[in-house]
T-cell receptor, first 113, second 114 residues
Framework: AQSVTQPDIHITVSEGASLELRCNYSYGATPYLFWYVQSPGQGLQLLLKYFSGDTLVQGIKGFEAEFKRSQSSFNLRKPSVHWSDAAEYFCAVDGSGTYKYIFGTGTRLKVLA | EAGVAQSPRYKIIEKRQSVAFWCNPISGHATLYWYQQILGQGPKLLIQFQNNGVVDDSQLPKDRFSAERLKGVDSTLKIQPAKLEDSAVYLC????????????FGPGTRLTVT
């Protein structure tokens, strides 16, 4: 069965520091992978997605993610975090392009001034 | 382009009462989803519509939850009767099925059952 694991429930970083949020998936083939961000009281907004091709994908708000097939991972990174990045981040998997997601449990990011 | 609209944004009811949520997807999007997001968890798919037909409702508690999408546009999700464990944010999303595989989410309805 497909599954998505986000090992870190909470992460705290200082403003200006780099960030990496982890996502591991379980699926037989290469899935379609997504990162969404959810600010308090808001719906989910797509940061970036990966289907195929270049394993390093660029997204909005200065985020990027790298797909590593050997590690079944799709980690989200940002070189310098801004206070406005404080939010909850969800990794999602669509097993075979069916438009049906399985979400991870999320990582809540806190940014210290 | 207008986003996914949901109402109400907040609702507080007592257990055993009924409640309904409304969703208007992005114009032209054929697929509509309802998710339940319990505090501290990721969204869980309750039901998926393709136009006005149900594609997947395997995780919908059908003894108390119902949903419809008349005319393939707006959708309503109902809970009757509500239980304490139904307290959650109910998210509506839509997609255009044109190869982007992206779902667009509304702001959600926060339900509190007391």
């Amino acid at each position: 069965a497909q599954s998505v694991t986000q090992p870190d429930i909470h992460i705290t970083v200082s403003e200006g520091a780099s960030l990496e949020l982890r996502c591991n998936y379980s699926y037989g083939a290469t899935p379609y992978l997504f990162w969404y961000v959810q600010s308090p009281g808001q719906g989910l907004q797509l940061l970036l997605k990966y289907f195929s091709g270049d394993t390093l994908v660029q997204g909005i708000k200065g985020f990027e993610a790298e797909f590593k097939r050997s590690q079944s991972s799709f980690n989200l990174r940002k070189p310098s975090v801004h206070w406005s990045d404080a939010a909850e981040y969800f990794c999602a998997v669509d097993g075979s392009g069916t438009y049906k997601y399985i979400f991870g449990t999320g990582t809540r990011l806190k940014v210290l001034a | 382009e207008a986003g996914v609209a949901q109402s109400p944004r907040y609702k507080i009811i007592e257990k055993r009462q009924s409640v309904a949520f409304w969703c208007n997807p992005i114009s032209g999007h054929a697929t509509l989803y309802w998710y339940q997001q319990i505090l501290g968890q990721g969204p869980k798919l309750l039901i998926q519509f393709q136009n006005n037909g149900v594609v997947d409702d395997s995780q919908l508690p059908k003894d108390r939850f119902s949903a419809e999408r008349l005319k393939g546009v707006d959708s309503t999700l109902k809970i009757q009767p509500a239980k304490l464990e139904d307290s959650a944010v109910y998210l509506c999303a839509s997609s255009d099925n044109r190869g982007g595989y992206e779902q667009y989410f509304g702001p959600g309805t926060r339900l509190t059952v007391t």
